[in-house]
């Protein structure tokens, strides 16, 4: 099983279908918080739904040649979240990056670490040769992950995500190989 270890507190590790329970359990705890930025929320709402995803998740392993595209992020043995590859251009070597942290796990800097690693792991395990991260325009919690982690905003897409009741644009940010080897 994949298991990327970060520090003592934090790794990243491949689902299982064991992971179910603790997982809805996650986002059902999470669901109002996660409501603002999150527009699949409301396709959640029982155990089998996080098993679904978790089903999804460990079948595109085989997308990429064995490695996961998605992991959950362990905080002191618990999951307090996922990271992961939203889609892999495997021809033009592009990842396009998303994650979420449970509400109670929010400021300590979890998620930074997290990306950190997951980016490593995207350029040096998967080959890819760009990463991008899209995120709500004003949703700055998650803007300031690509922005403290050397990305470069490229541009916004309008009206890229219906949230429930609106549409929100999306400010696209993105990575090279060649910046994120400079720089680490």
């Known amino acids: ?46 155990e089998e739904d996080s098993l679904a995803f978790i ?10 040649g064995g490695f996961p595209k998605t992991t959950a992020i ?22 396009v990056m998303g994650y979420w942290l449970g509400q109670q796990f929010q400021g300590k800097g979890i998620m930074m670490r997290a990306c950190k690693a997951y980016i490593a792991y995207g350029f040096n395990e998967l080959d890819l040769n760009r990463i991008e991260i899209r995120v709500a325009e004003k949703n700055k919690k998650s ?5 403290k982690l050397g990305f470069q905003e490229e541009g916004k897409i309008r009206q890229a ?11 696209i ?3 090279l190989a060649e910046e994120w080897k400079q720089n680490n």
């Open 1 to 46: 099983m994949f298991v990327y270890k970060i520090d003592e507190e934090l790794s990243l590790r491949m689902f299982n279908e064991k992971d179910a329970t603790e997982f809805f359990q996650l986002t059902i705890e999470s669901k109002e918080y996660l409501k603002e930025w999150l527009g699949w929320l409301d396709y959640t709402n029982e």
């Open 55 to 64: 089903k999804a998740t460990l079948k595109g392993v085989s997308e990429t």
């Open 74 to 95: 362990i905080y002191k043995g618990n999951i307090a979240g996922i990271i992961g590859f939203n889609e892999i251009n495997r021809l033009h070597k592009i990842g």
């Open 143 to 147: 803007r300031a992950i690509p922005e």
């Open 161 to 171: 995500e219906w949230l429930y009741d609106h549409y929100v644009d999306h400010v």
């Open 173 to 175: 940010y993105g990575l």
